[in-house]
């Protein structure tokens, strides 16, 4: 019997020495549950993704110094973590510590380079294989990317005898992935027949949010064990080598010029020396516990619906960008619209009403019913909301201007004056009390550009950044049904900028359920006008949607970061020149 521990960590890039107190801190805990190997997720010891840290010759000597710490204080026990490893260029790495030293080092192959991921950027990818063997066991580990490609390091290691196999992952959360991870991990496992233990970052880094979900597979392809999503964990699960089949299920599918035959089998040393079955041991109590693999007993959390995930994961962003950050307190300016009550109801979620401020700014456009359902909400969720007319304000500047647009007409210029007021009041709070800026904005406006720069785009943190209005609703609605604190009349108000009398956001755009699909269709899918119109939308209002989304490229260029949830976030993957003649 064997006892592995999956210790998913929430990971903060550039805190080298906070992430070692914490691997040493759960090398611990590991230690006390009688655990025989304990595997960290990739880039534990940075932080993922470092990013041009990677650049910093003293961020990779940290990092290296505190791999070292590490493995002098670990003994009887089997560790493995993820690191930066710098020979002839640096390599994106898992160690394998035991016994006082790291005896065996491990180049990831695979660099991702798409998407969020640019890690052939930074990295040179590892051309060795890795397995160890410690009594009777014989394990490999891998990383990420790496078990994707099913001719890649696994069945190499599978080949040379492993009946484990270990990968330490930063997957970042994206709705609806997490399952087809799983099919994808279960095929392989009973592919190769042997066990699987994949352990996953946890939490939130700038736009990217980390879910965890590590999980352990049987030979069979059978989950045993599932961690908790959104939320550090030490999953514990003991398996039985000799459960393997005696026949592999096939042979496995090698790299053209691979081999495993002279691939050396690094010997670790017993982690309980005294143990007759290698790393069988007991834990302090003299009791092995019960996660036991194909028994039945194992701990397996279940995966959250598709709208508890996603608020999760909101949950989970946005109080790390807060804390990682140091903010206090954050600010919100609310409208009595549907968005900014749901980024206040989050934000309270997360961090706790005292650490939520409201501001609401009403000019002459804004109706009676906003000021109201503002002050409930704000009194629903227990916050404090400030209360500044901007109609004073406003009149200056229509007086200063007046000269200056004598010969025009009242436009959309000065619909975004009264934004651009509420912006620099919001940013004056924010100088004045240390306050962060979560702004309100939606991917449907921010995708058409339906908001003002340096007005309602102002702010530190774009919550519903990835969010398409209709799934704004489906939220808010799930919030509702936990508490309603979102009064009713938010939830079925027509949405409105109040920039105008009778200001709809229909005037300016499609309804939201027609205008959303073209946008995940050519956003998220990448699908061409013709493709799109192909799926029954109108040519006219196609080919409208996407003009709006090509000409406000200059607008998302200057948002504030937002979680990524979706496939394909305005962020760190949608990456299109600002000045282009391209047009379809």
């Not at 691997?23 to 932080?47: C, H, N, W």
């Not at 970052?201 to 352990?216: A, M, P, R, T």
């Not at 397996?300 to 307190?329: C, M, R, S, W």
Request: aromatic residues 8%; hydrophobic residues 35%.
């Amino acid at each position: 019997m064997v006892r592995i521990g999956l210790a998913q960590i929430n990971a903060t890039v550039g805190d080298i020495t906070g992430n070692e107190a914490k691997i040493l801190r759960y090398i611990s805990e590991a230690q006390k549950s009688g655990v025989d190997i304990v595997a960290f997720p990739e880039m534990a010891l940075t932080g993922y993704p470092p990013e041009d840290l990677l650049f910093k010759s003293g961020f990779i000597e940290a990092n290296l110094n505190a791999l070292a710490r590490i493995a002098k204080k670990t003994r009887d026990i089997i560790v493995v973590t993820g690191f930066i490893d710098r020979k002839d260029d640096l390599y994106n790495s898992a160690a394998v510590i035991t016994g006082g030293k790291v005896h065996a080092v491990y180049h990831k192959h695979f660099l991702p380079n798409y998407s969020v991921f640019d890690e052939e950027r930074y990295f040179k990818a590892g051309q060795e294989n890795l397995v160890c063997k410690s009594g009777s066991l014989v394990f490999g580990v891998n990383i990420c990317e790496d078990i994707w490609h099913p001719a890649g390091p696994m069945a190499e290691q599978v080949s040379a005898g492993s009946q484990l196999i270990i990968n330490i992952s930063a997957s970042p959360y994206q709705y609806s992935k997490v399952k087809y991870k799983e099919r994808m991990l279960a095929g392989r496992t009973a592919d190769y027949a042997v066990f699987l233990a994949y352990v996953n970052l946890v939490g939130g880094q700038d736009e990217l949010v980390f879910d965890g979900q590590s999980v352990v597979f049987d030979p069979e392809g059978k989950i045993s064990s599932r961690a908790k999503p959104f939320s550090e964990d030490l999953l514990i699960v003991d398996i039985e080598p000799d459960r393997l089949l005696k026949r592999r299920v096939r042979e496995p599918r090698l790299r053209k010029g691979m081999s495993s035959q002279n691939l050396p089998i690094v010997a670790l040393p017993l982690t309980h020396p005294s143990s007759n079955q290698g790393l069988e041991s007991s834990s302090p109590g003299g009791e092995r516990g019960t996660h036991e693999v194909g028994r039945g007993e194992g701990r397996i959390e279940k995966h959250l619906p598709k709208t508890a995930e996603i608020y999760q994961a909101l949950l989970t962003g946005t109080k790390d960008y807060v804390d990682k950050n140091g903010f206090k307190k954050v600010i919100i300016g609310l409208s009595g619209g549907i968005d900014s009550a749901l980024t206040a109801t989050i934000a309270v979620d997360c961090l706790g009403k005292e650490r939520v401020v409201g501001l609401f700014m009403p000019s002459r456009y804004s109706a009676k019913i906003s000021e109201t359902d503002s002050k409930q909400l704000a009194k629903n969720l227990g916050i404090r909301v400030h209360l500044i007319p901007i109609e004073d304000i406003f009149d200056v500047y229509l007086r200063t201007l007046r000269t200056a647009f004598a010969d025009t007409k009242p436009d959309i210029t000065e619909e975004n004056i009264q934004a651009r007021i509420r912006g620099n009041l919001i940013m004056a709070f924010s100088n004045k009390y240390g306050y962060l800026v979560l702004t309100t904005g939606n991917k449907s406006e921010i995708a058409t550009g339906y908001c003002t720069l340096y007005g309602d785009m102002a702010g530190g943190f774009a919550v519903l950044k990835d969010i398409p209005k209709t799934l704004v609703y489906h939220l808010a609605e799930y919030r509702n049904k936990i508490s309603p604190v979102i009064p009713k009349r938010i939830l079925t108000r027509p949405p409105t900028a109040e920039l105008r009398p009778d200001q709809k956001d229909s005037d300016t755009l499609p309804e939201y359920p027609v205008l959303d699909p073209i946008l995940k269709a050519y956003v998220e899918e990448n699908l061409s006008p013709g493709e799109i119109i192909k799926k029954g939308h109108p040519e006219s209002l196609v080919r409208k949607v996407i003009r709006m989304v090509d000409r406000n490229e200059y607008k998302r260029r200057q948002a504030p970061p937002g979680i990524k949830i979706t496939g394909r976030a305005f962020g760190k993957d949608w990456r299109l020149p600002i000045t282009n003649a391209f047009h379809q």
